[in-house]
């Protein structure tokens, strides 16, 4: 699997935006990017995914490098609630990938 | 949120003894995965089902065998629980297994072998 980098942690103060930044640079054509995120003692939970555009939904929105060797996910405007270990993960779009490959992440502290 | 659970929540058993964990889903997906989370390792796979009585072998399945004679349930069972099974277990489920598929996890496992 191609393999991601992330720092290790971030912080950010409440009801600022947040920008997570993910450097894949041995990505395939056809890795899709995916972030999930952990919050403290539940199951990783999905946030976003992206192939070449950028991406929003009502979590996050995902920019994506144009020559898709890097992303950034971007909290608009960070609330307490969104303190948790942020993991960006290459997914290939052909069958046969069946596991999430999940690194050690970025923790992100949210400052009140 | 999907439909999942685990039980038990958390469990604490000896060296030697066998334990089975269970993972139910209502959302009649097909994929359904066991991870362990161990510090410094991240999730990691165990094994994982493309259908009823259909699984195969993840990354780090010695010691672990699964059943999946329905299709909302997956049972993960340590024949003969050690030390080194003590982690967090996750259950995981989809609907698809490709690069647009996203996996749906549990609330967790704690299990730990005395």
């Known amino acids: 699997d191609a393999k991601t980098t992330q720092p290790n942690s971030m912080e950010s103060n409440e009801e600022e935006p947040v920008h997570l930044p993910c450097n894949h640079s041995t990505i395939s054509g056809t890795d899709y990017i995916h972030w999930y995120r952990q919050l403290p003692s539940q199951g990783p939970e999905y946030v976003i995914h992206g192939l070449t555009s950028n991406v929003n939904n009502r979590m996050a929105s995902l920019a994506i490098a144009e020559d898709r060797k890097s992303s950034t996910l971007i909290l608009h405007r960070a609330t307490l609630r969104d303190a948790a270990v942020y993991y960006c993960i290459l997914r290939d779009t052909n069958f046969g990938n069946e596991k999430l490959t999940f690194g050690t992440g970025t923790r992100l502290t949210i400052i009140p | ?114």
Request: net charge neutral; with cysteine.
């Open chain 2, 1 to 114: 949120d999907a439909g999942i659970t685990q039980s038990p929540r958390h469990k604490v058993t000896e060296t030697g003894t066998p334990v089975t964990l269970r993972c139910h889903q209502t959302e009649n997906h097909r994929y359904m995965y066991w991870y362990r989370q161990d510090p410094g390792h991240g999730l990691r796979l165990i094994h994982y089902s493309y259908g009823v009585k259909d699984t195969d072998k993840g990354e780090v399945s010695d010691g672990y065998s699964v059943s999946r004679s329905k299709t909302e349930d997956f049972l993960l069972t340590l024949e003969s629980a050690t030390s080194s099974q003590t982690s967090v277990y996750f259950c995981a489920i989809a609907s698809g297994r490709g690069g647009t598929d996203t996996q749906y996890f549990g609330p967790g496992t704690r299990l730990t072998v005395l």
